[in-house]
């Protein structure tokens, strides 16, 4: 007689990792969302309505920095604590931080969870999933302390000691995460980096904070593992790593030359590096975006889109998927039989993947900014400025966020999330069970090109 019981039974309602992080920021959303409506949360003591506070909550938990209120000058000294709480949480992400807390807690992780936390990072392998979760959380720690205490003296000697710590923790974190909030606006609403355009230490050290946090974990624990031996570095990290120093050096020579040129040498050279890096994907900007030519906004959009490397706080498509994609070009016009980099092949799936996020977050750029510009009436200049801002989580704006209307502020909303928690993930959640294996049809041929 059978001892199976009714319990034994796995639930019908598991959910998948894709699903768990879905969820996962949306819960951090609304949460911050109830948090931000407080009236404690404003500066002048009042409830934010429904609309403004779920905007930003959004913003501040997909680390995207597009923002519709002034962070200084509208939220209350709580209210900046809960941003800079959901631009944490979001920045090493829902699953790294419950994670942490069951941890904490001496909970037991399941093999479920670690299937989650593997997905959530981009990690190789499951195998030592927990260690390197641990990795993420120590090195998240010692880069955000370290770029505090640098930028520390500058703030402190702006706006004393108590505002000038806050301000370099908050800054610090923000940058890390490529959240791209400030604390800035005394020196004007929305004036991000500006006033701090031609201080090498502030614009240096947040240069650094963007490329660290957006150069991934997994590319730091072959940089700690192998020091500068680059030949032992996995596949992903060699390719990240080039393609960082290719997408800061063209940039900033482009910008260099062809945006800058009437500026003082010390303001051109901070300028270029600054607008190079910060579009990949932080959202501080040290310049006016208005002032830009149509090939500047063209090139700070591309980079936008492009983003910073998986397993990442950066958002975008990520360097991978378009090395892979521009790599799997090359071979076919050299007639390879697979595209291959460093001695390595390229599988099938991988570039399959890589067009698919390219099409999915192509298409929701440039439909989000068709859409806004029919409803906001404004040229598509902007609006697609501003969408590719939000699909790829980066915050950079032309100005148009704070006056649009509600619908197109929710547009930018869904933007954001599908941008934080990946086109892929979304869509993978939502099937939920492979399709059985069929026998393949037969091959024909259809003319590309």
Known sequence: MSTYKDSDKPSKFTLTGSQTILIGFLMLILAGTALLMLPIASKDRTATSFTDAFFTATSASCVTGLIVRDTQSSWSLFGQAVLLVLIQIGGMGVVTITTLLSALAGRKIGLSTRSTMQEAVSAPNLGGIVRHMNFIIRGTIIFELVGAIVMSPVFISSHGVAKGIWYSLFTSISAFCNAGFDLNGSYG????????????????????????????????????????????????????????????????????????????????????????????????????????????????????LVGGAPGSTAGGMKITTVAILFIATLSVFRREKAPSVFKRRIPLETVESAIAVFILDMSLAIGGAMIISRIESLPIRKTLFESASAVATVGLSMGITPGMSTLSKYLLITLMYIGRVGGLTLVFAAITRKRKAKGAYPKDHIAVG
């Open 189 to 304: 609403s929305f004036s991000s980096m500006v006033p701090y355009a031609d201080n090498p230490v502030i614009v240096i050290t947040l240069s650094a904070l963007i490329l660290t946090g957006g150069l991934g974990f997994i590319t730091w624990k072959d940089i700690r593992d192998h020091g500068l031996k680059f030949r032992y570095y996995s596949t992903q990290s060699k390719l990240i790593i080039v393609c960082e120093l290719i997408l800061v050096a063209v940039p900033f020579l482009l910008l260099f030359f062809f945006e800058y040129q009437d500026l003082p040498y010390k303001s051109r050279i901070l300028s270029s590096l600054f607008q190079a890096i910060t579009p990949r994907t932080a959202g501080f900007n040290t310049t006016d975006y208005n002032n830009f030519s149509d090939a500047g906004i063209a090139l700070t959009i591309l980079l936008m």
